[in-house]
C-alpha cells in the first residue's frame, strides 16, 4: 500500500473519530475520570482509541499500535516495522470544558521514522495533512511556515504538564521567553500547536509531550518547512522522531536562539536538561 493510500485511509478515520466528538459534544453523553491523579480523561477517548484500533487492526493486522488510552507501551516505538501512533483525543480537557481547540492525531512510522501524518479538528472544520518528503496540506491546499527571523516578533506556543509539581520549573522558560517573543500561547493541543506552526499562525513551539500527541503534527511542521529538534540529547535505543521530551519546532532562523534562549533559562534554574 502506498502512503497516498494510508494517507487517504487515515483521514478517513480521523473525519469518523472528529464526527464522533462532535455528536459526542452535542449529547453532552460523556463521563470522564482522572489517570495519574491528575490527567482528564473521557470515556469518548476511550471509545474513539477503540474504534480506531479495531479498524486499523481489521485493515493492517501487520502493524503496531501506540496510541494514548489503550496500547501505551512506549517500547514498541523501537519497532523495526510498521506503527501507528494515535492520540483519539488531544485536547481532552478542551473537549471536556466545550472549546474547540481539539484534534484526532494520525501517524504512521516505519523504522522509526514518521511516514505520513493527520491531524483533524472537527470543531474547528480543518484537517491537516503530510507525507514524508512530499508537502504539507490543509484541507487539501499547500502550506508553509511563517518565515519569521526576528524573535521579538515571534508568537510561540507551549504547555505544561498535567503533574503540578513538575510545573514550577518550567516558568523559568516561559519567564525567558515573554521577555523577548511578542507573545505565548498555551492553546491546550500539541498537535494542534504544530500544526498553526506549519501554516505559519504560529512561528514557534516548545514542550514535552508524548509520541501520540505530536507525531503527526511533527511531520506536517517539518513538511511545511520548519526546523524541528530537541533541546538536549535524544537517549540510546529511541527513534529520535519519536522522542518527545524537549522538542523545538520553530521556523529555520529561529531554531538557534529559541534553543538558546530556553538552554539559558534552565541553567538560571539549576536544572538543566528539564
Not at 466528538?21 to 473521557?42: N, P, S, W
Not at 506503527?83 to 512510522?109: E, K, M, Q, Y
Not at 521514522?113 to 508537502?135: C, D, N, S, W, Y
Request: net charge negative.
Amino acid at each position: 500500500m502506498t502512503l497516498e493510500q494510508r494517507l487517504e485511509r487515515a483521514t478517513e478515520l480521523a473525519r469518523m473519530a472528529g464526527e464522533r466528538m462532535i455528536k459526542a459534544r452535542e449529547e453532552q453523553g460523556f463521563a470522564h475520570h482522572y489517570k495519574k491523579g491528575d490527567e482528564l480523561v473521557t470515556d469518548i477517548d476511550v471509545a474513539i482509541d477503540t474504534l480506531l484500533a479495531e479498524a486499523l487492526e481489521a485493515e493492517f493486522p501487520e502493524d503496531a499500535r501506540l496510541t494514548e488510552e489503550l496500547s501505551p507501551e512506549r517500547d514498541v516505538i523501537a519497532t523495526k516495522g510498521g506503527l501507528w501512533v494515535i492520540d483519539p483525543i488531544d485536547g481532552t480537557v478542551n473537549f471536556a470544558h466545550g472549546l474547540r481547540h481539539v484534534a484526532v492525531s494520525i501517524a504512521w512510522c516505519e523504522r522509526g521514522k514518521i511516514q505520513m501524518g493527520v491531524v483533524h479538528a472537527p470543531f474547528l472544520g480543518e484537517t491537516f495533512t503530510a507525507i514524508r518528503g512530499k508537502g504539507a496540506w490543509l484541507n487539501g491546499e499547500s502550506i508553509s511556515v511563517s518565515g519569521m527571523e526576528e524573535m521579538s516578533r515571534a508568537l510561540v506556543a507551549t504547555g505544561f504538564p498535567y503533574n503540578r509539581d513538575s510545573r514550577p520549573p518550567l516558568l523559568k522558560r516561559l519567564s525567558a521567553m515573554l521577555l523577548v517573543c511578542q507573545d505565548v500561547r498555551r492553546n491546550g493541543s500539541a498537535a494542534l500547536d504544530l500544526c498553526d506552526v506549519a501554516c505559519g499562525r504560529l512561528d514557534a513551539y516548545y514542550e514535552s509531550v508524548s509520541p501520540w500527541d505530536f507525531a503527526a503534527g511533527l511531520l506536517i511542521a517539518r513538511e511545511a518547512g520548519a526546523r524541528t529538534g530537541h533541546l538536549y540529547r535524544c537517549p540510546d535505543g529511541i527513534p529520535e522522531e519519536l522522542y518527545g521530551e524537549n522538542i523545538v519546532v520553530s521556523t529555520p532562523e529561529l531554531h538557534a536562539p529559541l534553543k538558546r534562549l530556553l538552554e539559558d533559562a534552565d541553567a538560571t534554574s539549576g536544572l538543566p536538561g528539564l
